[in-house]
């Protein structure tokens, strides 16, 4: 995985598109939220002149670094090839979540996401002030609600990496919201999301902004 500096995450690795494994990349921009995925493969004689590709639910990857990862609701939007050489592909997908294993009919009890421009909004604080200065909260702060049927959380952190070795000039202290939402039954990931959407429509409402989506994992499948 790499970033660049323009908010772009890479996470390249091989991926099953409709039962064939073709290596590609994931590019997921953090500050628009948009999952590109473009993919290679070598052309021979048995597909001289490439596939066409349309709308595919779910595509499966692995990640150079082992991860599993799964992209939901993908659609072709660029499908060249280069007769008897190369075919590359590009699907555009709404969301993505890392798990464990893959499972194309998995279904959760939990979603967890981390969430940017929403931490005034909650209230929450991950420091106190002491005489010497500010300290991390011995006790993290939450907030509970029960809506949608399940129950949702709010909790702050900050970066680790903060609290290493003062080597650098200037450090930057990084603090945002995890949203949690545990579902006591089942739920596919369209329905934890639509969950997640709405909260984050309350939200934005409440603040008059738009919380940015950062991270999410999809965890503690029910079997």
């Given amino acids: 995985m790499s970033m660049d500096s323009n908010s772009e995450y890479h996470y390249i690795g091989t991926f ?20 590109l995925l473009n993919l290679a493969k070598q052309l021979d004689k048995k597909s001289f ?8 639910p779910i595509i499966t990857g692995k990640i150079n670094t082992g991860a599993l990862v799964t992209l939901f609701n993908n659609r072709c939007i660029d499908n060249n090839a280069n007769v008897g050489q190369i075919q590359r592909i590009c699907f555009t997908s709404d969301y993505l979540i890392w798990s464990s294993r893959i499972e194309r009919n998995a279904q ?6 981390t969430l940017k421009n929403a931490f005034a909004w909650s209230n929450l604080l991950v420091f106190e002030k002491i005489n010497a200065g500010i300290k991390t909260k011995e006790d993290s702060e939450e907030r509970v609600f029960y809506w949608f049927g399940t129950k949702v959380s709010f909790s702050v952190f900050s970066n680790e990496d903060f609290f290493g070795r003062f080597d650098d000039e200037e450090r930057t202290i990084v603090q945002r919201v995890k949203l949690t939402i545990v579902s006591e039954t089942k739920r596919t990931i369209d ?33």
């Fill in 191 to 223: 329905e934890l999301i639509l969950i997640r959407d709405r909260i984050i429509a309350m939200i934005s409402f409440a603040i008059k902004n738009n919380p940015e989506l950062q991270a999410e994992t999809g965890n503690k499948k029910i079997n």
């Fill in 16 to 35: 099953n598109i409709l039962d064939e494994e073709i290596d590609g990349e994931i590019i997921r921009n953090k500050r628009t939220g948009v999952i």
């Fill in 108 to 113: 959760f009890n939990e979603l967890v996401c």
């Fill in 49 to 56: 002149f490439g596939k066409s590709y349309a709308n595919i």
